[in-house]
């Protein structure tokens, strides 16, 4: 379990490659990365905004309910998982131009790989300091980039011409995007409910 989580943030090119050699499947993939993963950023949410809570600013502090907060967990971990599966789908449509386009298991699998930085930033939600948060999040989305760019050639068997000339920009755009809004989601999570709730003075 786990056992590309490691590699893929040290030695990414080498790890990338045994990924590939071991042809992982979809169901693998989630049940031995992505939902444990996922959980990261959900749970540290959970602790951070119940225990802890997001201040806004002097001495207003923004503490979730037990109740509340789980029911925010739940749906967000259910888009995490969900955003793995869609951002792997955009990387299939988006290589379709390619002499050899992926198969879309390959990207999926691709996808939840290249998310790690991201799940793993959210550790720090366990104390939700605005500025933590933010600049952990651009850590992860960075390092994200990285990881796309390296792996577009060597994980998803597309040329470097072709992964970078024809469509990379388009392709990191939309990936980093997606991983983008889960980084907001991390950030945010805390303040939607209570926010919500004071500007129709409930």
């Known amino acids: ?41 959900v749970l540290c949410s959970y602790i951070g905004t119940t225990q802890v809570g997001w201040s806004l ?20 971990y259910l888009v995490i998982l969900s955003a793995v599966y869609v951002v792997g789908r955009v990387i299939r449509a988006m290589a379709r131009r390619f002499t050899r386009p992926p198969s879309l298991r390959r990207c999926i699998v691709f996808a939840g790989y290249v998310a790690t930085p991201m799940f793993l930033s959210g550790v720090v939600a366990v104390y939700p300091l605005v500025w933590l948060c933010l600049l952990a999040g651009t850590v992860g989305l960075g390092y994200t980039a990285y990881l796309l760019y390296l792996g577009i050639p060597s994980f998803l068997g597309i040329s ?3 992964g970078f000339i024809v469509s990379s920009t388009t392709l990191a755009i939309g990936v980093l995007v ?21 500007l129709l003075g409930g």
């Open 1 to 41: 379990m786990l056992t590309h989580a490691w590699g893929i943030l040290a030695h990414p090119q080498r790890e990338w490659k045994r990924i590939r050699a071991e042809r992982e499947t979809i169901t693998h993939l989630y049940e031995h990365h992505v939902l444990l993963l996922a959980a990261v950023p």
């Open 57 to 76: 600013g002097g001495d207003t502090v923004i503490r979730l309910g037990y109740l509340d907060a789980l029911g925010a967990g739940i749906a967000f």
């Open 160 to 162: 470097r011409e072709e």
């Open 178 to 198: 997606l991983e983008a809004l889960l980084g907001m989601t991390v950030l945010l999570w805390g303040y939607g409910e209570r926010i919500l709730l004071s």
